[in-house]
């Protein structure tokens, strides 16, 4: 895979150099060198990445070898598609005009303003959209609800990566200090903390830890904290990462539900807790047992289902439990798309049927969340990172 991205990279270096050469050298000298003098810094920078990813021989979950790794794959959307558009397009038009020995002006102009246009996008993304946290407040009308429940406030987060605040541990400090300024009763957080291994956590423990709701922080493991993606060739370490991470989480102030639940009283009433754990990968996604987790819990007025994976409401609890409602993660929103306040859309729905929002079948609700964090590469497009602010509302 490396190697094909090394000839790729090499390959569209050339021949987007020589793209510049050739149209802009002709009508003006000067533009000519600014604009290789930019293409020139953008390889120099993004070799400096592939370099640095290839040599790198340490443990994969590292903090830094995975940021270096989000600034790689950034770099490769930003400069390296944009610079294969450009010579794709430019060498077209150049076949076409062969006869005659010349490319069309026109078109090449096109394909840099939309190149330079993509690079723009995924830059904003990485710098700025990454970033941009957005609270979403949520009522929630819960059928017949215990009027001592009624206003009940649950801060909902989930997918911090936490490799993603890598450097920028104030930033994961502002997200968890906006939903700390709304007093959640709950917060709750369902899973992937990490990307690959507990190294990552490093020491966001210790800001986690500082934010707590009134009556509990509850968290589930996600696939990613399970060591899924950890290489063939730690598979020793891959085995103990669910320990790791359970302890790691607990550090940070979470009770940890794997596959069970606990009941817990607020103004009186008993509110069940339930969590489940989700290994594997897409699409063989793995889920925890339900019928485990919910054990003992009749005696609840109210049941709150932590899980990772949304698609498991469909196949284990709308119309086959009684759980009120039901928490999620894991899409990112595909951390690109389009949100309006009447209009969503992400490729994510392709995967996952509900992949945001608020959703409602019968008396049952299911509320997901786009995520914390990044995954793969470090930005979003039109798809902030999410923290969540629910309230419940008892209705007849």
Known sequence: M???????????????????????????????????????SLSAIMWVYIFKVIIYRGCPDEPSHLNDRLIFTGLLSAVLIPRSIFSTVHFTGKLIRRKKGEHIRWLT?????????????????????RFNF??????????????????????????MHLSSFYNKS???????KTADSYNPDLIVNTGDFITLGYREFD???????????????????????????????????????????????????YYVLNDENTIISIKGVKVAIIGVKTAGSHPDIIYGDLKKAVAGTDSASLKILLCHDPNQWEEDVVGKTDIELSLAGHTHGMQMGIITR?????????YYPRWNGLYTEGDQHLYVNRGLGVLGVPFRIWMPPEITIITLRSVK
Not at 110 to 129: E, H, K, M, W
Not at 171 to 176: G, N, T, V
Not at 227 to 245: A, D, I, W
């Open 170 to 176: 104030c930033r994961l400090e502002e997200a968890m």
């Open 109 to 129: 102009n096109t394909a840099i303003i939309c190149s330079a246009a993509i690079s723009l996008v995924f830059g904003y993304g990485s710098i700025f959209g």
């Open 342 to 350: 009447n209009f969503r859309w992400s490729p994510a729905g392709r």
């Open 203 to 253: 020491r966001f423990d210790t800001v986690l830890v500082k934010y707590r709701g009134k009556f509990g922080n509850f968290a589930i493991l996600g696939n990613h904290d399970m060591g899924t993606y950890l290489p063939g060739n730690y598979q020793e370490e891959k085995r103990s990462t669910q320990e790791r991470m359970r302890d790691l989480v607990l550090k940070s102030g």
């Open 2 to 40: 490396m190697a094909a991205v090394i000839i790729f990279a090499l390959i569209f270096e050339v021949l987007s150099f020589l793209a510049i050469k050739d149209h802009y050298l002709k009508p003006s000298g000067v533009i000519s060198y600014i604009i290789a003098a930019i293409h020139f």
């Open 134 to 159: 957005r609270t979403e407040e949520v009522p929630v009308n819960i059928k017949d609800l215990n009027q001592a429940l009624d206003g009940i406030r649950i801060a909902h987060l989930t997918d």
